[in-house]
């Protein structure tokens, strides 16, 4: 259940001084600091400052204004768990890497945090530390607590700061209030029926560090440190009333502290600690012979070495284990890790591709924009190298089902709302219509105009040959004619994406196929700009030219929700194509399982990837900037080289221009996110990398190796590949005439990219005339009676027999 009251620290100020004045906020265990008003610095030499307190949570204001390195900093330094005023402030955390459980979203009045202990904080728990004092304290222990004891009291488990159990004892109301008061132990004596304050006669005192409720609030724990001479907390003068403890690590701490005091001038301990050369001497040794140790037994053995020597080294440096501990507690905290990788002089020389790899890696160690390496031998590393940084679907439902579901029962009333929170634009009206406005054209420039009516003709030619026109028949048996013919889906949403880049190339690519397969109605939605409420003229441009009837001045779940369900000013469509963020893309899955709104999607699009395969003869450059492409698109997408029999020099050449052209990008903060999660991967022959894409079916798949066009018949799932060392993707997303809505997140295993198809559908026909019937009548009627379908035997027996197919008796 834990502490029943929180701390809240309201400025840096109050850290100070409050949690200096009123020692007794240390038994809480846990505080709340406002991280609008306490600054990063502050917060941080707090927990550092402050051990009692070893759950310290951060509060992010509704609209955070933190910086991403900051509140990175903040979890790497102690705090535990961020609430936060607002579920949609989750995601982008999320995002940045914060994991789900370190949040606290609130919900009604109450924080709910699931992160070490699972405690629920109701907002009148959070309470100013300056309103603080020992009495309130105790009150609200109390309106937690229960008892079903006839004398009234309450069960206390007292436990020592490692956590180790030294007795039960019994405290009451007003020994609770003295223990918050002197922040000692203080109980009641059951025997002696009176307040009984720990060691005020045998001398083995205790100071109180923390009191905490069980699960269901019916026993107290008291975390302690026992003082005084001899540190016994039973009467019998043991350590705990169940006897001394086994003689581990806080046994060996607290013997070598005595050592220290008094170990006799010749005995081995005192020279460990006066002579440092020979300690050190000592640590490495045992640290040697901890990695040479074979067995179990062996290993158990140099652990427990290796640990003696650490600990005279802690004992010696005045460092206790609670420390270390503290220490470990921050590190598990830490949302990023080091590399973790041994400094060169401990390493030994390993052969051949692993050793590459890790040569490649440590060039990485200093901020600089580089891909994580791995070797393919290395399979749990390709494994996590080959995984997406996406969000669990259940997640992002959470986020996105709220929004789809108030667009659809409120329509453009939700949708309005919902741009202005997301895209920070107060519109009148969501929806833009055709003929579309002069100023909605302002600052296309005829250079424009020129290379987007290049690229719509090139995109027009290509999905113009795809075109099915024709019917299809086939005599399937003499009399027997079966037939399919294309009809164009009637009404098509077309979702171009506007948050982090606005893409008319995306209108074009959805726009121009639709008008090939001739559909009726062309929705555009994207979402508006923050400047002027308007969308890009570039797209509006597009918009005109395939004949859209409107643009849906909105982006994210709520557009889609828009167009599958349509509300008063937008019209329900039948399919929804596009790709977007996974805000977008979630919604389009959404609407698509909905049976009430009747509406398909072309496949889930969400952040752009790309896998290149390239050899020692690939242009370090090349491959360089076709990574940083798709780089650039979001923080949340992955580019993968996988190098085939790749130097260290090539690997490292690599490594330089996708830093030195990252630098060059206005979108490096983007690009440098991205490639946080995107690697390198070095195998020896071109079947393992193909065998690899093949298996991770990225977007986008760009062959850098000689002889490029040979290998295009290993390729079984991509989106789209691009074919030797002149073909960068980029000519793809723009201008070739292939399609840039493509499958992502390994979909491409399923999936077609978007194409003249996915704006059809093929209905078939047939006719069977007496002939037909007759050649195929006896086998439908075998089929429906084995699966006990009378009607549909009837229907075919009733015919045959007035044909005189079947004997008058036939049954
Ligand atoms: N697979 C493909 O074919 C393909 C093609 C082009 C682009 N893309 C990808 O499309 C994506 C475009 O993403 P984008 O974000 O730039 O634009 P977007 O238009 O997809 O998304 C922006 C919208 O997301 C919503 N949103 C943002 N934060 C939100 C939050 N916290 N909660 C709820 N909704 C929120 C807002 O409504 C905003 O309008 C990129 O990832 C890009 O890689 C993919
Ligand atoms: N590469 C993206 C598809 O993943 C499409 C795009 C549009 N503009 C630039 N690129
Ligand atoms: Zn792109």
Redo the contacts with the bound molecule.
């Keep these: 259940m834990g502490f029943p009251i929180l701390p809240f620290f309201t400025s840096s100020e109050e850290l100070k001084t409050v949690a200096g004045s009123k020692p007794y906020l240390g038994l809480t265990g846990q505080a709340l600091l406002d991280l609008t008003k306490v600054s990063v610095d502050d917060a941080i030499a707090f927990i550092e400052n402050n051990s009692a307190y070893k759950f310290v949570c951060g509060l992010l204001g509704a609209s955070n204004t933190l910086s991403d390195d900051d509140v990175v900093r903040l979890l790497n330094n102690g705090v535990s768990v961020l609430f936060l005023q607002d579920c949609s402030m989750a995601a982008p955390l999320v995002q940045l890497g914060v994991p789900k459980e370190r949040l606290a979203v609130l919900e009604g009045a109450t924080y709910t945090c699931n992160f070490g202990v699972v405690q629920k904080f109701s907002t009148s728990q959070i309470v100013e530390a300056s309103a603080l004092s020992t009495d309130k304290l105790a009150d609200a222990l109390f309106s937690s607590l229960k008892t079903d004891r006839d004398d009234k009291l309450y069960t206390t488990l007292v436990v020592d700061t490692h956590e180790r159990c030294l007795g039960l004892v019994y405290s009451s109301k007003e020994s609770i209030k003295q223990a918050f008061e002197q922040q000692v132990g203080v109980y009641y004596s059951r025997s002696r029926n009176e307040i009984w304050v720990k060691g005020l006669t045998s001398g083995n005192t205790q100071k109180l560090v923390n009191i905490n409720i069980d699960c269901d609030g019916d026993a107290l724990k008291f975390v302690v440190v026992q003082e005084g001479k001899k540190s016994d907390f039973c009467h019998l003068n043991t350590t705990s009333c169940y006897g001394e403890f086994q003689q581990g690590l806080v046994g060996l701490e607290g013997l070598l502290r005595q050592r220290l005091e008094n170990a006799p001038e010749k005995s081995y301990t005192r020279r460990l600690f006066s002579d440092p050369e020979l300690l050190t001497a000592k640590i490495k040794e045992e640290a040697e012979e901890l990695t040479e140790a074979a067995d179990k037994k062996e290993v158990a053995w140099e652990a427990a070495d290796l640990f003696y020597f650490a600990m005279v080294k802690l004992v010696a440096s005045g460092v206790s284990l609670d420390d270390v501990e503290r220490n470990l507690h921050v590190k598990h905290l830490k949302i990023t890790r080091r590399k973790g990788d041994a400094k060169e002089k401990f390493l030994q020389k390993k052969p051949s591709e692993e050793s590459k790899a890790e040569a490649a890696a440590e060039t990485v160690d200093d901020g600089s924009i580089s891909l994580n390496v791995v070797s393919d031998q290395d399979k749990k590393g390709v494994s996590e190298a080959l995984s997406r940084p996406i969000q669990k679907t259940a997640d992002i439902m959470h986020l996105v089902n709220p929004i789809v579901e108030r667009v659809r029962n409120e329509g453009d009333k939700a949708l309005l709302e919902f741009t202005q929170k997301f895209d920070g634009v107060k519109l009148d009206s969501p929806v833009l219509e055709a003929p579309f406005p002069k100023e909605y054209f302002e600052g296309l420039t005829d250079e424009m105009k020129e290379a987007l009516d290049l690229s719509m003709e090139n995109v027009r030619k290509f999905h113009e040959a795809q075109l099915q026109k024709e019917t299809l028949e086939v005599v399937t048996q003499p009399g027997v004619v079966c037939s399919r013919f294309p009809r164009p889906i009637e009404k098509v949403g077309l979702y171009i ?1 506007g948050g982090t ?1 606005v ?1 008319p ?2 209108a074009l ?1 959805l726009g121009v196929p639709a008008r090939v397969a001739e559909c009726q109605e062309i929705v555009f939605a994207s979402p508006p700009r923050k400047s002027d409420g308007k969308v890009s003229p570039e797209v509006v441009y597009v918009a005109q030219k395939v004949g859209a009837s409107k643009i849906v001045l909105a982006g994210g779940a709520q557009a889609v929700a828009a167009m599958a369900y349509g509300t008063e000013s937008i019209p329900k469509v039948d399919k929804i194509l596009g ?1 977007g963020n996974q805000f977008v893309t979630a919604a389009k899955m959404y609407v698509q399982n909905d049976t009430q709104a009747l509406c398909s999607i072309d496949m889930p ?1 969400g ?4 896998l290149v395969i390239a050899d020692e003869k690939a242009d370090a450059d090349f491959v360089a900037s076709d990574l940083l ?2 780089a650039e ?1 979001g923080v949340d ?1 992955q580019v993968i080289l996988v190098g085939v029999a790749l130097s260290e020099k090539k690997v490292a050449e690599i490594q330089d221009a996708v830093h030195r052209q990252a630098l060059e990008l206005p979108r490096v903060d983007i690009v440098r996110k991205c490639i946080a999660h995107s690697s390198i991967i070095l195998c020896d022959s071109y079947e393992t990398a193909f065998d690899m894409s093949n298996d991770y079916a990225p ?2 798949l760009i062959l850098q190796i000689e002889n490029a066009q040979d290998y295009v018949k290993l390729v079984f799932n991509a ?1 789209s590949v691009f074919v030797g060392a002149y073909t960068p ?2 000519c ?3 201008s070739s005439g292939t399609n ?3 499958p ?1 997140y390994g979909y491409a295993r399923q999936y077609s990219g978007v194409n003249t198809s996915t704006f059809q559908k093929f209905i078939t026909s047939q006719v069977v005339n007496p002939q037909g019937l007759e050649n195929i009548g006896r086998a439908v009627m075998s089929v429906a009676k084995v699966e006990g379908l009378d009607a549909h035997r009837n229907a075919v027996k009733i015919r045959m027999q007035k044909l005189g197919l079947l004997p008058e008796s036939f049954q």
């Excluded at 952040?607 to 790309?610: A, C, D, G, L």
């Design positions: 994406p880049a893409l190339s995306t690519m790709p699009a952040p752009s990837e790309v492409s798709q698109h997408s977007e986008h989106g993707e980029s793809g997303d723009y840039h809505t493509l992502t």
